[in-house]
């Protein structure tokens, strides 16, 4: 007998064999994109899964205000996609069948309900592209990934505007997003008011009895998952009023805060945008990054949103407060995915410094004698949220200072805020924060004594530490901890052309004052629990 033999395809011989097709559509709980192509038509022949899991709610200690908002979001996203007449399976965390990855779920719905193609959108973070990839290997039906169609720019558009150059500034990829999309632009490829960047015109202290505007909070009860959450006892940090989760939960919510925050926000972002005050935890930013970074609104609507209402006020809203926004977004954003896609794995091992001390017990208490870190720790815990200059110049400073290990910072940085996701929490802790990539990133490391903090902040007037003393009796930890780093990474910073100055002063100082400061920052380090 003759055997003829063909190559084909699963689809193809699923549509010999005249199988019913039907599709699998994972969405993730940080892909709640209403707006997605996916959702366009509703197709009777393609099911919807979300599901919520132990493999992501446990992969890091998350603030359960974190675990929350995205349970929350996910549930809502879920009714929404069912009351358009998609069909939608939910797995909650204590559903029997609930097998808490999402290949063993998807596997039991493929073989339960025969479905012939499965689908996923790409994700941000590098394990679970992984995990997905290998899984869509791994499987004899079909398989398909489709972009998120949330960014402004592709994994690897960063790679290809660098090829072949050493540095990877944000300002050039800044300037060339906003070319490319045309935002703030005049005469083809000129910025509008005649410069890029009008960051010298920002970076104010709030003026001693200036009010800032109370925060829009949402009054969201979730109980419900709080329970679920408690029941299946996940460990989490930081502590949440079920009653009252004030973050938003879906698209309704997200757009209303994006309303406020154009409206009463964005006329002072940029002035007050690296202010710091005890009891004003967000001041002028615009908490949008939670509702942005699960994808319930899209970074094209926030950035269209702010230059509409700046274009609507040109007498009281100055060019500055908008350039700053965004470039925060079209800029520091999707700079970050970019350096994010175009260095992982490796970048979660990076440590320039070397750096293997534990984070001091306080960073989980805000039980510190230290006035800013007890006020960025605590409000942290609080609310899930500090702005940039606050994880950047408090937390993240203290933590470059003490020596302490990025595998440390990140973990706690992953953790704690509402809107941690790895692709821009690493970038920001083991790069920016940290100076973990070695000038990646950043062009030098962000450390700071006493004097930065107490000129952008009212810190220092409550502390117990004296912000002007730098050894001796509560003298602020800041000022002998930066010092001792300059000292500890000379072979490492001094040939850095934007430190050098401040080897100068230290090559300067009288040995017995460098060896008082190193004398002081070693107590300091060696009793760092009890600071
Ligand atoms: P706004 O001040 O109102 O800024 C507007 C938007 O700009 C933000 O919502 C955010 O989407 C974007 N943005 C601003 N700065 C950055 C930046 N450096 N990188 C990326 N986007 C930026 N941001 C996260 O979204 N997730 C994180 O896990 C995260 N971890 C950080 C860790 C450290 C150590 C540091 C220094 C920064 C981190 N950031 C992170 C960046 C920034 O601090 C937050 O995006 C911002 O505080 C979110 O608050 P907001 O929405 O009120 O921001
Ligand atoms: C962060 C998070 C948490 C805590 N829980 C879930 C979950 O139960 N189900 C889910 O689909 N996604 C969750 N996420 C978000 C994922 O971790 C996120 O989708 C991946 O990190 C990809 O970016
Ligand atoms: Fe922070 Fe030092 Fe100021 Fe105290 S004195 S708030 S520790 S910078």
Redesign the pocket.
Same mark, same amino acid.
């Given at each position: 007998m003759k055997l003829n033999t063909a190559v084909i395809d699963v689809e193809t011989l699923n549509k010999m064999l005249k199988k019913k097709q039907s599709t699998l559509r994972l969405i993730l709980g940080d892909q709640l994109n209403i707006n997605h192509s996916w959702f366009n038509n509703v197709d009777d022949s393609i099911t919807y899964i979300l599901m919520e899991i132990r493999s992501e709610t446990d992969y890091a200690q998350h603030h359960i205000q974190k675990v929350i908002g995205i349970f929350a979001a996910m549930q809502q996203f879920a009714q929404e996609l069912k009351s358009r007449k998609h069909n939608v399976i939910y797995l909650k965390l204590n559903d029997k069948n609930n097998l808490h990855s999402f290949d063993e779920n998807c596997d039991l719905l493929i073989e339960k309900n025969n479905y012939t193609q499965f689908e996923y959108q790409l994700p941000d973070e590098y394990r679970v592209d992984e995990h997905l990839k290998n899984y869509s290997k791994s499987l004899k039906i079909a398989s398909h990934v489709i972009d998120s169609e949330h960014f402004y720019s592709s994994r690897s558009e960063l790679k290809n505007l660098f090829e072949g150059k050493k540095m990877y500034l944000m300002e050039t990829f800044y300037r060339h997003m906003r070319k490319k999309h045309n935002i703030l632009i005049v005469d083809g490829d000129k910025p509008l008011h005649g410069k890029w960047n009008f960051d010298e015109e920002n970076r104010q202290k709030l003026p001693k009895h200036h009010k800032p505007t109370a925060p829009l909070l949402f009054l969201n009860d979730v109980s419900e998952i709080e329970n679920d959450i408690k029941k299946a006892s996940i460990k989490t940090i930081g502590v949440i009023d079920a009653k009252i989760f004030l973050w938003p939960v879906n698209r309704e919510q997200s757009l209303q805060l994006l309303e406020f925050?154009a409206k009463e926000c964005l006329p002072l *972002?940029g002035r007050f945008?690296d202010a710091m005050a005890p009891n004003a935890w %967000?001041l002028y930013? %615009?908490? $949008? %990054? *939670?509702s942005? &970074?699960i994808k319930l609104i899209s970074?094209k609507e926030?950035v269209n949103r702010a230059i509409l209402e700046y274009t609507k006020r040109p007498e009281e809203i100055e060019y500055n407060q908008l350039e700053g *926004?965004v470039r925060?977004?079209i800029g520091? =954003?999707e +700079?970050?995915r970019g350096i994010y896609w175009l260095k992982m794995p490796e970048y979660a091992t990076l440590n320039y410094f070397e750096h293997t001390e534990k984070l001091p017990k306080w960073f989980w208490t805000g039980k510190t004698k230290m006035n800013c870190l007890k006020n960025a720790i605590s409000q942290s815990l609080q609310f899930a +949220?500090?702005?940039?200059i606050q =994880? $950047?110049m408090i @937390?993240?400073n203290f933590s470059l200072l003490a020596g302490v290990n990025p595998n440390e910072v990140d973990a706690w940085? $992953?953790g704690i805020?509402i809107?941690? *996701?790895e692709w821009?929490?690493i @970038? &920001? @802790?083991r790069g920016?924060?940290q100076f973990a990539d070695g000038g990646i990133v950043g062009t030098k490391p962000y450390v700071s004594s006493a004097t930065y903090i107490n000129k952008m902040s009212s810190y220092c007037t409550g502390c117990y530490y004296d912000k002007a003393k730098k050894t001796g009796y509560k003298a602020c930890p800041f000022n002998s901890l930066y010092w001792n780093f300059y000292d500890k990474h000379e072979v490492k910073l001094a040939k850095n052309p934007r430190i050098g100055m401040m080897y100068n002063v230290w090559r300067k100082m009288q040995p017995s004052a460098k060896a008082e400061l190193l004398e002081q920052a070693d107590y300091y380090l060696k009793n760092i629990d009890e600071l």
């Amino acid at each position: 007998m003759k055997l003829n033999t063909a190559v084909i395809d699963v689809e193809t011989l699923n549509k010999m064999l005249k199988k019913k097709q039907s599709t699998l559509r994972l969405i993730l709980g940080d892909q709640l994109n209403i707006n997605h192509s996916w959702f366009n038509n509703v197709d009777d022949s393609i099911t919807y899964i979300l599901m919520e899991i132990r493999s992501e709610t446990d992969y890091a200690q998350h603030h359960i205000q974190k675990v929350i908002g995205i349970f929350a979001a996910m549930q809502q996203f879920a009714q929404e996609l069912k009351s358009r007449k998609h069909n939608v399976i939910y797995l909650k965390l204590n559903d029997k069948n609930n097998l808490h990855s999402f290949d063993e779920n998807c596997d039991l719905l493929i073989e339960k309900n025969n479905y012939t193609q499965f689908e996923y959108q790409l994700p941000d973070e590098y394990r679970v592209d992984e995990h997905l990839k290998n899984y869509s290997k791994s499987l004899k039906i079909a398989s398909h990934v489709i972009d998120s169609e949330h960014f402004y720019s592709s994994r690897s558009e960063l790679k290809n505007l660098f090829e072949g150059k050493k540095m990877y500034l944000m300002e050039t990829f800044y300037r060339h997003m906003r070319k490319k999309h045309n935002i703030l632009i005049v005469d083809g490829d000129k910025p509008l008011h005649g410069k890029w960047n009008f960051d010298e015109e920002n970076r104010q202290k709030l003026p001693k009895h200036h009010k800032p505007t109370a925060p829009l909070l949402f009054l969201n009860d979730v109980s419900e998952i709080e329970n679920d959450i408690k029941k299946a006892s996940i460990k989490t940090i930081g502590v949440i009023d079920a009653k009252i989760f004030l973050w938003p939960v879906n698209r309704e919510q997200s757009l209303q805060l994006l309303e406020f925050f154009a409206k009463e926000c964005l006329p002072l *972002f940029g002035r007050f945008q690296d202010a710091m005050a005890p009891n004003a935890w %967000s001041l002028y930013h %615009s908490r $949008l %990054s *939670f509702s942005m &970074n699960i994808k319930l609104i899209s970074p094209k609507e926030v950035v269209n949103r702010a230059i509409l209402e700046y274009t609507k006020r040109p007498e009281e809203i100055e060019y500055n407060q908008l350039e700053g *926004f965004v470039r925060q977004i079209i800029g520091w =954003r999707e +700079y970050m995915r970019g350096i994010y896609w175009l260095k992982m794995p490796e970048y979660a091992t990076l440590n320039y410094f070397e750096h293997t001390e534990k984070l001091p017990k306080w960073f989980w208490t805000g039980k510190t004698k230290m006035n800013c870190l007890k006020n960025a720790i605590s409000q942290s815990l609080q609310f899930a +949220y500090a702005h940039h200059i606050q =994880r $950047l110049m408090i @937390t993240g400073n203290f933590s470059l200072l003490a020596g302490v290990n990025p595998n440390e910072v990140d973990a706690w940085y $992953l953790g704690i805020y509402i809107d941690a *996701f790895e692709w821009v929490e690493i @970038t &920001n @802790t083991r790069g920016m924060s940290q100076f973990a990539d070695g000038g990646i990133v950043g062009t030098k490391p962000y450390v700071s004594s006493a004097t930065y903090i107490n000129k952008m902040s009212s810190y220092c007037t409550g502390c117990y530490y004296d912000k002007a003393k730098k050894t001796g009796y509560k003298a602020c930890p800041f000022n002998s901890l930066y010092w001792n780093f300059y000292d500890k990474h000379e072979v490492k910073l001094a040939k850095n052309p934007r430190i050098g100055m401040m080897y100068n002063v230290w090559r300067k100082m009288q040995p017995s004052a460098k060896a008082e400061l190193l004398e002081q920052a070693d107590y300091y380090l060696k009793n760092i629990d009890e600071l």
